[in-house]
């Protein structure tokens, strides 16, 4: 079993910045890439961001694209998701995700089976 702790969230004003953590444990913590998902008030979760673990290998939404950097530390088996000049629509609970079983680090949540269980982050204007 892999557990997925997510760390970090908290209420800031449109413009500041946050750091979400997720760290990773389990028997033998082994994916093939972790994934950052939102999901807001009454809207469907959407991707955020993802990195493989091996090559670092990064994907973002456009929406957060030079806002936001995913970057992994493996011996800590955590990863982090630095948020810049954020919005009032960045407002969202966040949920990081590891896919164990493919060679999958895209935008579909289904390919991601464990999950964390949120942390919200609110933007003010």
């Known amino acids: 079993q892999v557990q997925l702790v997510e760390s970090g969230g908290g209420l800031v004003q449109a413009g500041g910045s946050l750091r979400l953590s997720c760290a990773a444990s389990g028997r033998t913590f082994s994916s093939y890439a972790m994934g950052w998902f939102r999901q807001a008030p009454g809207k469907e979760r959407e991707f955020v961001t993802s990195?493989?673990?091996?090559?670092?290998?990064?994907r973002y939404a456009d929406s957060v694209k030079g806002r936001f950097t995913i970057s992994r530390d493996n011996p800590k088996n955590t990863v982090y998701l630095q948020m810049f000049s954020l919005k009032p629509e960045d407002t969202a609970v966040y949920y990081c995700?590891?896919?164990?079983?493919?060679?999958?680090?895209?935008?579909?949540?289904?390919?991601?089976?464990?999950w964390g269980q949120g942390t919200q982050v609110t933007v003010s204007s």
């Open positions: 990195i493989i673990w091996s090559t670092g290998t990064t």
């Open positions: 995700a590891a896919n164990t079983k493919s060679s999958y680090s895209g935008s579909q949540s289904s390919h991601y089976d464990y």
